[in-house]
C-alpha cells in the first residue's frame, strides 16, 4: 500500500534560483582580483572549506559597500525563466518551497523581494558592523557526518522532514548541493552539480529553467 508522502521543496539560491551566481556576481564587480583564486580553492581545488571560502571572499569587500551592492543586484540579478509559473504551481498544490542558501541575506531578500509570500528563505546573515563584511551562522553543521564543514547544512534542515513523511526535492547547481542531494528523493540539477553527481552515481533529472522542473515534477507526482 502506497502512503501518501508531502512533497516540499528544497531550492539553493544561487545560479538555481538565479540565472547566474549573485556571489560571483558580487565579486566580480566589488572585490579585488584574488576572490579568483579563493573560488578555484574552494570549487575545484577543494584545498579551502566552503564556510571558510565564502567567509574569505566576503572579509574582500567594504562593509560600506552595502547599499551600492544592493542597488546593483536590483539592477542585474535575475530569477531563472518559469520560477513566477513554478511557485504558482507549489502554491496550487499546497507545497512549501524553502530556499537553502550558504548566500547572505541582504542579498537573497534583494532578489526575492517580489516572492516573500510564497517562499521560506533560509540562510546566513551579513554583518556590516565592522570595516569588511562579515557573516552572522545560523545554520552551521551540529552534526553532519556527510560533510560538515559548509557554513549552511542543507543537510539537517531537509532531515527536520523525515523521509517517511515527505518526498523531499531538492534543485540546485554546485557542490554545496552534492551532500543534500544523498538524502533527498528526487534531485533536479543543473551546471557543475551534474558532474559531481554523476562522478558519485547519484541518480538527478537536469534542468534548465523552472518550466523543466515543474514539467517533470507534475509527471512524478501523479500517484
Ligand atoms: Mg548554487
Keep these: 500500500m ?21 556571489i560571483i556576481t558580487i565579486m566580480e564587480k566589488f572585490a579585488p582580483p584574488e576572490w ?21 571572499l566576503f572579509n574582500l569587500i567594504d562593509s560600506s559597500k552595502k547599499n551600492e551592492i544592493i542597488t546593483y543586484i536590483e539592477q542585474v540579478a535575475r530569477v531563472r525563466a518559469g520560477f513566477d509559473e513554478f511557485l504558482e504551481f507549489c502554491k496550487s498544490r499546497k507545497i512549501d518551497f524553502y530556499v537553502l542558501s550558504g548566500g547572505l541575506d541582504f542579498f537573497i531578500e ?11 528563505i533560509l540562510c ?3 554583518n556590516f558592523l ?5 557573516i ?3 545554520f552551521l553543521p551540529k552534526n553532519c557526518t556527510l560533510c560538515g564543514d559548509c557554513g549552511f547544512c542543507k543537510i539537517e534542515v531537509i532531515e527536520q522532514y523525515p523521509k517517511n513523511r515527505y518526498t523531499r526535492v531538492l534543485i540546485g547547481d554546485s557542490l554545496t548541493d552534492l551532500s543534500p542531494s544523498k538524502v533527498s528523493d528526487i534531485v533536479f540539477a543543473r551546471a557543475d552539480l551534474i558532474k559531481y553527481l554523476e562522478e558519485e552515481n547519484i541518480p538527478y533529472v537536469p534542468f534548465k529553467t523552472f518550466y523543466d522542473v515543474k514539467k517533470e515534477l507534475e509527471e512524478l507526482l501523479i500517484e
Excluded at 531550492?11 to 551566481?21: A, L, N, P, Q, W
Excluded at 565592522?130 to 562579515?134: L, P, Q, T
Aim: glycine residues 4%; hydrophobic residues 25%.
Design 124 to 126: 546566513n546573515k551579513g
Design 130 to 134: 565592522s570595516e569588511k563584511i562579515k
Design 2 to 22: 502506497n502512503q501518501y508522502k508531502q512533497p516540499i521543496i528544497f531550492s539553493d539560491f544561487d545560479g538555481t534560483i538565479t540565472e547566474r551566481d549573485v
Design 136 to 138: 552572522d551562522y545560523s
Design 110 to 120: 534583494t532578489v526575492l523581494e517580489n516572492y516573500k509570500d510564497k517562499v521560506k
Design 36 to 56: 579568483v583564486e579563493i573560488k578555484n580553492k574552494v570549487l575545484y581545488e577543494r584545498t579551502i572549506t566552503l564556510k571558510d571560502g565564502v567567509e574569505k
